[in-house]
Nanobody, 121 residues
Framework: QVQLVESGGDSVQPGQSLRLSCVAAGMRSTDAMAWYRQGSGKEREFIAAIGAGGVTTYAGSVKGRFTISRVNEKNTIFLQMDTLRPEDTAVYYC????????????????WGQGTRVTVFS
């Protein structure tokens, strides 16, 4: 059982950057990890994933602007978000799964509280 704690969300102006953190206590080094977001009134969407070997994949909406990374020794993943846009406003969540395909397809277990990112418009 993995406990997920996201942090780092804030309110920023367009074009600014944020770095989100997710501590996933109990995660396995073999797990793929991912970030998701849910805007107000919208479905939760996949945005970025990183596999056990460091392979990454991104949703088209964030590709080139966001970077996912992981530090297995600290059970932590990060999401560096640059050139933020108002449409990036959402609650951001992390999660894990046995493979990249699993997390990309949102085949995951329970969710943490998330961390809110607001980009002013």
């Amino acid at each position: 059982q993995v406990q997920l704690v996201e942090s780092g969300g804030d309110s920023v102006q367009p074009g600014q950057s944020l770095r989100l953190s997710c501590v996933a206590a109990g995660m396995r080094s073999t797990d793929a990890m991912a970030w998701y977001r849910q805007g107000s009134g919208k479905e939760r969407e996949f945005i970025a994933a990183i596999g056990a070997g460091g392979v990454t994949t991104y949703a088209g909406s964030v590709k080139g602007r966001f970077t996912i990374s992981r530090v297995n020794e600290k059970n932590t993943i990060f999401l560096q978000m640059d050139t933020l846009r108002p449409e990036d406003t959402a609650v951001y969540y992390c999660n894990h799964g046995p493979s990249l395909l699993d997390v990309i397809q949102v085949n995951v277990n329970s969710w943490g509280q998330g961390t809110r990112v607001t980009v002013f418009s």
